[in-house]
């Protein structure tokens, strides 16, 4: 028996923070690799560091040098690699934040009278139509308020 549902599949969430996976920049497996590279470059870098240390012969010296050097490019290349593929998964969210349809925010007639809104605890009030407060629960926000309590004005909505 095959039982179907219109439900979309949500993907799996991580065991310890609850989260989806497509939440997080990085897969697990990348985490290993960049941690991996961590620590194998720190481990060549103390090794070369005492190494040359304990040798007055110049090409000892040149030879741990180029242990070292090899030690910081693995540990630099591992986050390097989780840092760049961060950005780009920051910028693919970005994108497809940008592309996404607004979702519908509900004004009543006293947000639309005081033109202003604010997500709760925070200091900047924004135009009910403001893609930074969309989707979000917000509470009109008067005037007077914003003077008062020294708010800022959005700087994308207000400009
Ligand atoms: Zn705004």
Known sequence: MTVTTDRPVSPPRTPRTGRRRQDEPWTPAQLRIAVLGAVIGTVLLVVSWVAAGRTADVDNQLTWLSVAIVGFLI????????????????????????????????????????GWVRVDGTRRAHRPDCQLVRGKRVAPTADAEIEERNLLRCEVCAG
């Open 75 to 114: 540990f630099a290349s591992g986050g390097g690699a989780l840092l760049l593929h961060g950005h780009r998964a920051v910028l693919h969210r970005w994108v497809v934040f940008l592309e996404s349809e607004p979702a519908p925010v509900r004004v009543t007639e006293r947000q639309a009278d005081t």
